[in-house]
């Protein structure tokens, strides 16, 4: 009896195993849309300030026999300049796929930077974008300091060593080398847009003082190519990559578990990294009310 039952759980176990095995295959082949030419989208969302997670989208969609084309998804004021940058070259190495940018309520700064790198742009007519310009913020609190009793001392090897140091005013000199490495950069975006918008450098100096434009706008200055939402770009890549039919969508974005998001939501990570970022980075971002050293137009 006792055998009887040994050997009845043993089969049971089995059984369950083989059903979750074969419901695991059949899921992982015909649930992901298989034998389907299929569209990725990936995401680039909240301020840029690590690249490592869109390259990642990014490689995973190219390499992926079955996806045809793909579309950037962009709602995002930018960020920093290293990260947009990154994310831009991984996006122009993309050579046998159709890329093109769906933009969302927001695409300007780094977001736009991005956008640049692929074949044609997709914005709602009230989509904020533009923002073709560089800042880094700096704060002076040697007053407060001097309120409540606190003074700083910095030792250090040369001149510029300690740069946008809060604890005295800038020096004219600090000024003028920052401002060249702000120069440097504009010129880095400007050239950017010129080449991906096929436009000449004057044209879009004229339209890089920080300004923002609408999606409806931005299409007349030929900075995007189309307005439409996320559909109308899915639908006009995979026209253009040749899928007959309605193609399966392939949403890249994986979700990472952070003990910030854990408490204080998705976005969490993205406000500390953007707070970081802000107060020691160079960034392509559009801030609503800021005022900033900038590139000369």
Not at 199 to 221: C, W
């Amino acid at each position: 009896m006792i055998k009887k039952a040994v050997r009845f759980i043993f089969i049971s176990a089995a059984s369950l195993f083989g059903l979750i095995l074969l419901i695991a295959v059949v899921s992982l082949f015909f649930g992901d849309g298989f034998g389907k030419d299929k569209v990725a989208v990936v995401t680039v969302k909240g301020i840029i300030t690590d690249s490592k997670s869109v390259i990642e989208q990014l490689h995973e969609a190219d390499k992926s026999s079955d996806v045809k084309a793909i579309v950037i998804r962009v709602n995002s004021p930018g960020g920093g300049v290293g990260a947009s940058q990154e994310i831009y070259r991984e996006v122009s190495k993309i050579k046998d796929k159709k890329v093109v940018v769906s933009m969302g309520s927001v695409a300007a700064s780094g977001g736009y930077y991005i956008a640049c790198g692929v074949e044609k742009i997709y914005a709602n007519p009230g989509t904020l974008t533009g923002s073709i310009g560089v800042l880094m913020e700096f704060a002076n609190f040697e007053e407060l300091f001097g309120k409540i009793g606190l003074k700083g001392y910095v030792v250090k090897s040369g001149e510029f060593k300690d740069i946008g140091s809060p604890l005295r005013p800038m020096s004219d000199s600090e000024r003028e080398l920052l401002q060249g490495v702000i120069d440097n950069t504009y010129k880095q975006f400007v050239g950017v847009v010129a080449k991906g918008r096929k436009l000449p450098e004057d044209y879009v100096k004229g339209l890089a003082d920080g300004r923002i434009f609408t999606g409806e706008q931005a299409k007349d200055l030929k900075l995007v190519d189309e307005l439409g939402n996320l559909e109308d770009a899915i639908d006009g890549v995979s026209k253009m990559a040749g899928i007959k039919g309605k193609p399966y969508i392939k949403y890249m974005e994986k979700k990472r578990f952070s003990f910030f998001n854990l408490f204080l939501g998705e976005e969490a990570d993205s406000i500390f990294n953007a707070f970081n970022n802000q107060m020691f980075g160079l960034n392509y971002l559009f801030i609503p009310g800021k005022t900033f050293f900038k590139g000369t137009p």
